[in-house]
């Protein structure tokens, strides 16, 4: 597992149930117990009573991973494949899916976590990467 320092860019992987397989943009605001906690600040995320504010929470360490390495930044040339694990940015974070069709100037990806199948323009999508060993590993083909 990666240690984090305060003001580290990183992601927060959800298990929560309704948001696994999602990630969202967040900053390490400080290391706790030992790296095996974090208090973190999300980016794009919002407190519920006060919508102004960005959530802060303490996570554990195996929620969280480095941001991912840019592949291209938005680039609307970008070509998927079918069956290629993509990651498409809506509801404020990034949620891993497949491609399983183009039509016209979007990708439909499929989600198999909410069994929902959405078109998105490319600048939404990114390839999916897994973060393991302290690496980051291309997954480009589903097995669904």
């Known amino acids: 597992m990666a240690v984090f320092s305060k003001g580290d860019k990183v992601e927060m992987c959800s298990k929560e149930e309704g948001f696994l397989g999602s990630y969202y943009e967040a900053m390490v605001l400080s290391p706790l117990n030992n790296n095996t906690l974090y208090k973190v600040q999300y980016k794009n995320l919002v407190e519920e009573q006060d919508q102004t504010r960005p959530l802060v929470e303490i996570v554990s360490a195996d929620e969280i991973r480095p941001l991912p390495p840019l592949t291209t930044p ?60 302290g690496k980051w590993v291309s997954c480009t083909k589903s097995f669904f």
């Open 74 to 133: 938005r680039d609307t040339t970008r070509t998927f494949q079918y069956l290629e694990r993509v990651d498409a940015f809506d509801n404020d974070g990034w949620w891993v899916g497949t491609i399983t069709g183009k039509q016209e100037l979007k990708y439909w990806v499929y989600f198999e976590t909410t069994k929902d199948e959405i078109a998105y323009p490319v600048s939404q999508l990114r390839n999916h990467l897994e973060w393991r060993n």
